[in-house]
């Protein structure tokens, strides 16, 4: 049984939270695609834990899969399971596809070259490396695990792809940050202390799935940054849709079973790009300082705004999704009226579908619908259930609901795993 955890806006809805959460009923938990541009925060009691790399049920001892459509930082990765043992988390079975590809220094070095030569077309990477070891993938100049701990396949695939990176960084006016033998070196030493993860995980999944094991599929990243769909080229390089499940881990469409989309209360977005209902008034300064919308990697202020349904719709007909789960509804606390955005109008014609041309999508003026505002106490929502929420956060829910035609899993009014309050299980 195969349930799905996607990101309907422009990434950070807490899909990492609500993984965390649904984890409880999992067997394995998947990242299938992106890298370390991901952040996702989990908070239980006192701990907080940034994950980047892996799977978010790692948290609640899982056996956690790193799907063939990830890139993997190795050094990231080995700090990340270095910080888990240390703060004594009890980690399942970590497996690393051996089709995944590695992130290498020069990738780090050419997303930040290349960020710099684009001028107002740079999408404000995270400049993890993540475009271009996407990039090299299809060009298939890449390195997997699975060449990787081969070292005479690896040796003689990074002689090659070195030499045509060296060329290329000297043609820009940039000198290679790091010779060959460095590279083998550290790389090499990386290998051995991650081969025991590296295995053919397409089978395991599959197998997994057959004997009737619980996967709950963990998206990154969100889909309108997929990098067809999402706003281009302000957008990540993999496919975040649902469909990127199958792509990135290897299971079939139709062992897909329940697909949840995350929808925070309101809008925000890390990078650059237009976002139409972006508020640069006191509005967006509750939502950025309530909601503490700084990203988790970079660190850099999320943009926010009002809540896009024109975004959320447009993920519902990309993925099929089965319902949505609502977060960080208590940031909207204390506000006298809440807006959502219904519609966009073009030159003042209303304009039917999301918009390919960003010429196009940079003019688009939203068009609302506005709400009172509430201000609930969590705590006492906590302990007297959903029901107990205000009128005019039920009215603002079930306008959210209604737009869709797709039940709500679930509202989420705090970052803590206890502050949840759940509808509908996903599996
Ligand atoms: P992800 O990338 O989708 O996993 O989301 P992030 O972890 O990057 O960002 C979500 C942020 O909001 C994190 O700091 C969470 O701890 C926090 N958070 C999650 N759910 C809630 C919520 O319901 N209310 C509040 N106030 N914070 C939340
Ligand atoms: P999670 O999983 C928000 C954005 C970057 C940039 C664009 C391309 O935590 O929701 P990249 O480094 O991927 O080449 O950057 O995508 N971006 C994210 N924004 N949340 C994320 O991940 C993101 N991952 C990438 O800011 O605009
Ligand atoms: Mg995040």
Known sequence: MISVILGTQWGDEAKGKLTDYYASKADITVRFQGGNNAGHTIVVGDETFKLRLLSSGVVQGKDVVMGNGMVIDPQILLEEIGELRSRNVEIGNIYISERAHVIMPYHKQEDEILEELKGNQKAGTTKRGIGPCYSDKVSRLGIRFVDLIDEPVFREKLKIVYGIKKKFFESLGHEMEYTMEQ?????????????????????????????????????????????????????????????????????????????????????????????????????????????????????????????????????????????????????????????????????????????????????????????????????????????????????????????????????????????????????
């Open 183 to 427: 590279i083998l070196a550290q790389y090499g030493a990386y290998a051995e202390a991650i081969r025991g993860y590296v295995a053919d995980t397409t089978v395991l999944l599959n197998e997994a799935e057959r004997s009737g094991k619980r996967i709950l599929m963990e998206g990154a990243q969100a889909t309108h940054l997929d990098i067809d769909f999402g706003i281009y080229p302000f957008n990540t390089s993999s496919n975040t849709i649902c469909g990127g499940v199958c792509t990135g881990s290897g299971v079939p469409p139709r062992s897909i079973g329940t697909v949840l989309g995350i929808v925070k209360a309101y809008t925000t977005r890390v990078g650059t790009g237009p976002v139409p209902t972006e508020l640069t008034d006191a509005y967006g300064q509750h939502m950025a300082e309530k909601g503490h919308e700084y990203g988790t990697v970079t660190g850099r202020p999320r943009r926010c705004g009002w809540l896009d349904l024109m975004l959320v719709k447009y993920s519902h007909m990309l993925n099929h999704l089965d319902g949505v789960f609502v977060t960080k509804l208590d940031v909207l606390n204390g506000l006298d009226r809440v807006k959502v955005c219904v519609g966009y109008e073009v030159d003042g014609k209303h304009v039917d579908h999301f918009p390919s041309n960003m010429g196009v999508f940079a003019r688009c003026i939203p068009i609302y619908k506005e709400f009172k505002g509430w201000d609930f106490d969590t705590d006492k929502i906590l302990l007297e259930g959903i029901g107990s929420l205000p009128k005019e956060a039920k009215d603002y829910l079930s306008f959210i609901e209604s737009e869709l035609e797709i039940p709500l899993f679930g509202v989420s009014i705090g970052p803590k795993r206890s502050q949840t309050l759940i509808l509908r299980d996903i599996f």
